[in-house]
């Protein structure tokens, strides 16, 4: 559910399809990861109280279906404290309903929160964030730009889980390319294994046009891996993960840039996972005419 006419794509994680699309901000302040371009046709701005107001007022006629909200544009927690905890009070006011409120979250931002700022948001409603790590090497954040270290990555995603938040954590297969590939497999895990979030989604990468990495992708320096790699990579990052037994972690490979679905929960099902990962991998191998230009945007 969508009251807006602002500039910019609308983006949201599929699992939010039920949702009221509340964009508190517009575009992404990062926006400088070389992967991507969600929002590289717009210039960032948190939005003034009154395009907000507008917003909610025009959800406020549907009240009784809104049980969920979902903050856009890609990281509301941007916003200082005083403006998100009026921002949830004022849904929970006008959307009684409402269950939960959820938001992507970059890592800079989920660190600017103190300990004590992430507890008083979720004691507001934000039940849900949606975090976007794509790996745990240093080397490979530091070639996509992401801003961040690995330490601080790990970082940001153990506040949210500290704080009580559900953490929805999403990793990139292939991120590193062939020659990062197992490096950035086993960080990846050790990465997962420290933060222990809720629900993990490992993607395989896709290039944009408008990215930098698809450049360096078309001009020979940055070579992808194949089908049956990625299954590869997919299966060091499942044997490396580390979960507490008790642990219950939802583990998806279902996104429309996976060549297999995968799904299960860890640690319970890590020795099926790794099972059908490899027997993908021992699948997709036998492909002939795999064009690597079917992960680049046409």
Known sequence: MYFDNAEGPVFRPP????????RVTIGCSHNACTYCNMYRSVSFRMRPQEEIDAQLQQAQRYAAHIHRVFLGDGNALVLPMERLLAILAQIHALLPK?????CY?????????????????RQAGLKLVYYGMESGDDAVLAHVNKGVTAAESIEAGQRIVAA?????????LGLGGQEASARHARNTALAVSAIRPHMLSALTLMMYRGSELLEEFESGRFPILSPA???EELHLLLQDIELPPEHHCLFRSNHISNYINFAGTLPKDKERLLSESLAAKDKLALLKNWDPYNNVER
Not at 98 to 102: E, G, I
Request: net charge positive; proline share 5%.
């Open 164 to 172: 009580g938040i559900k953490l929805s954590m999403m990793v990139i």
């Open 229 to 231: 790699g990625i299954m």
């Open 105 to 121: 979250a970059g890592p800079k931002d989920m660190l600017r929160k103190t300990p004590e700022e992430l507890i008083s948001l």
């Open 15 to 22: 699992s939010e399809a039920d949702s009221l699309i509340l």
């Open 98 to 102: 409402v269950r939960r409120v959820s």
